[in-house]
């Protein structure tokens, strides 16, 4: 099989959350295989991003835009639509946020917090992203969900209950949606990243090491371990794969 079928090149890829953490990883990944990026987020991107456009020789937009919000969502899908063109190929939805809270303590505000970015946030903007991959006409589109481990498993040393069930609840639309869009042309997928050193888990230094034991890489994630994941999933090169799962944890749920 040729490599070419792994480029990105002439594509456009949408990344939520794409400022930081594992979107930013994935923004980086589909850059250096020749797509053009746009992102997502609430936040700005890493100035290393940008600079990377240059290296490249891509075009890198950056939108501010609250995926829970769904006028924010909208909006933002008219403006990314204008400066690339209407063209999109691959979208990525990763925004995503955690509680640590117990089960019998997490109040209703704050697991709607979490549906509304997890889950909602999720489920419209792939839904955004295939309604104007069907306008346009394309023909290899791809939308990457991001689930987690959490969709498999509970999370040791965390209360994340509300969490594990947003999560699972991503691994579980992505075959039906798959289901729907075929007809389209257009592959749905779901990436569940394992233990990964990201800002979201930075605050819990602790977890971070004692999850080590549980890895049979024994090593923690960085977002980096994920990108050649998604630029699989995002090319030609998986064009017969649609409606899975692609586990990337070290071996953990394995052991």
């Not at 689930?147 to 991503?170: D, E, F, H, P």
């Not at 394992?194 to 800002?199: A, C, I, L, S």
Request: aromatic content about 8%; charged content about 20%.
């Amino acid at each position: 099989m040729s490599l070419d079928r792994f480029s990105l090149k002439g594509r456009t890829a949408l990344v939520t959350g794409g400022a930081w953490g594992c979107g930013l990883a994935f923004s980086q990944g589909l850059a250096e295989a020749g797509a053009d990026i746009a992102i997502f987020d609430v936040v700005p991107p890493a100035e290393g991003l940008l600079a990377i456009q240059n290296k490249y020789g891509i075009k890198i937009k950056s939108y501010r835009v609250d995926v829970s919000d769904l006028k924010s969502l909208q909006e933002g899908f008219a403006e990314f639509s204008k400066d690339f063109g209407n063209k999109l190929d691959v979208c990525v939805p990763c925004a995503g946020i955690n509680r640590n809270l117990s089960f019998l303590d997490t109040p209703w505000e704050e697991h709607q917090k979490l549906l509304d970015v997890n889950v909602l946030g999720v489920y419209y903007t792939a839904q955004m992203a295939a309604r104007q991959m069907i306008a346009n006409g394309t023909k290899k589109g791809s939308i990457i969900m991001v689930a987690s481990i959490a969709s498999y498993r509970a999370i040791r040393g965390q209360m994340s209950s509300a969490y594990c069930g947003t999560k699972g609840a991503v691994r579980a639309m992505c075959a039906p949606i798959a289901a729907e869009l075929s007809q389209y042309g257009i592959r749905v997928n779901t990436i569940s990243p394992g233990y990964v050193r990201t800002e979201m888990t930075a605050p819990f230094p602790h977890l971070l090491e004692s999850w080590k034991e549980e890895i049979m890489n024994n090593r923690v994630a960085e977002p980096e371990d994920l990108q050649g994941a998604c630029v699989f999933l995002a090319s030609d090169a998986s064009s017969y794969m649609t409606g899975q799962d692609v586990l990337i944890d070290g071996g953990v749920t394995r052991w």
